[in-house]
């Protein structure tokens, strides 16, 4: 069963920065299409899952536009983890912030449905 962690939420002032990982385990090689595509997405409550960043072998990077030029998405396939940096954080980013992989598509997208596997979250706050 594949599993993942997020981790490195917290709250930080407007302008701040934070970076977010997420450990993944028991996720196997896939000769399908999208091979180990994952994303972040975001959440704020009464609101839908916002796709903000996805990363792919073959597709390369992926960001929302609200995001685009403040967060970085990488990788590290040696330890298994996706990480998330965020610059220049604002209030409006007070989200909880989901690790999402195993894209069911041909290609590494934006959206909740074409993702199999979730973590849990981890929230990050942004005062003014």
């Known amino acids: 069963q594949v599993q993942l962690v997020e981790s490195g939420g917290g709250s930080v002032q407007s302008g701040g920065s934070l970076r977010l990982s997420c450990q993944a385990s028991g996720y196997t090689y896939s000769t399908y299409y999208s091979s180990y595509c994952m994303a972040w997405f975001r959440q704020v409550p009464g609101k839908e899952r916002e796709g903000i960043a996805s990363?792919?072998?073959?597709?390369?990077?992926k960001y929302a536009l609200s995001v685009k030029d403040r967060f970085t998405i990488s990788q590290d396939n040696a330890k298994n983890t996706l990480y998330l940096e965020m610059n220049d954080l604002k209030p409006e980013d007070t989200a909880m912030y989901y690790c999402?992989?195993?894209?069911?598509?041909?290609?590494?997208?934006?959206?909740?449905?074409?993702?199999?596997?979730w973590g849990q979250g981890t929230q990050v706050t942004v005062s003014s």
């Open positions: 990363i792919d072998r073959d597709s390369g990077v």
């Open positions: 999402a992989a195993d894209s069911v598509v041909p290609i590494c997208t934006l959206i909740v449905p074409d993702f199999r596997f």
